[in-house]
């Protein structure tokens, strides 16, 4: 599986933008998808996520309501919106692809995913 992050980009606090992963190599409907991010000298921390059908989606405590995590299975391609961007959410954003039978328990554990993207930078400016 390969998965390619885009949409990064430096915005002012208050403003929008939206992350796109699209994967290929693999059927995209057979697999759980989920974004995390790194912000320099911290550990990567989980963002959202959501079940191969979209009929379980989970975020982060500090990005719900701001951010919607969601899925095109017929482009290939999981999305991010977020809004209400913090200077906080700074950070290198990373999708990852999960096909384990665990993932609804361990959707929040870096670990529990199989496949990562190279990461899009988004910087919110104060």
């Known amino acids: 599986v390969q998965l390619q992050a885009s949409g990064g980009g430096l915005v002012q606090a208050g403003g929008s933008l939206r992350l796109s992963c699209a994967a290929s190599g693999r059927t995209f409907s057979s697999y759980a998808m989920g974004w995390f991010r790194q912000a320099p000298g911290k550990e990567r921390e989980f963002v959202a996520a959501?079940?191969?059908?979209?009929?379980?989606?989970y975020y982060a405590d500090s990005v719900k309501g701001r951010f919607t995590i969601s899925r095109d299975n017929a482009k290939n391609t999981v999305y991010l919106q977020m809004n209400s961007l913090k200077p906080e959410d700074t950070a290198v954003y990373y999708c990852?692809?999960?096909?384990?039978?665990?993932?609804?328990?361990?959707?929040?554990?870096?670990?529990?995913?199989?496949?990562w993207g190279q990461g899009t930078l988004v910087t919110v400016s104060s």
């Open positions: 990852a692809a999960d096909f384990r039978p665990t993932w609804g328990s361990n959707y929040y554990y870096r670990h529990e995913y199989d496949y």
């Open positions: 959501i079940s191969w059908s979209g009929g379980s989606i």
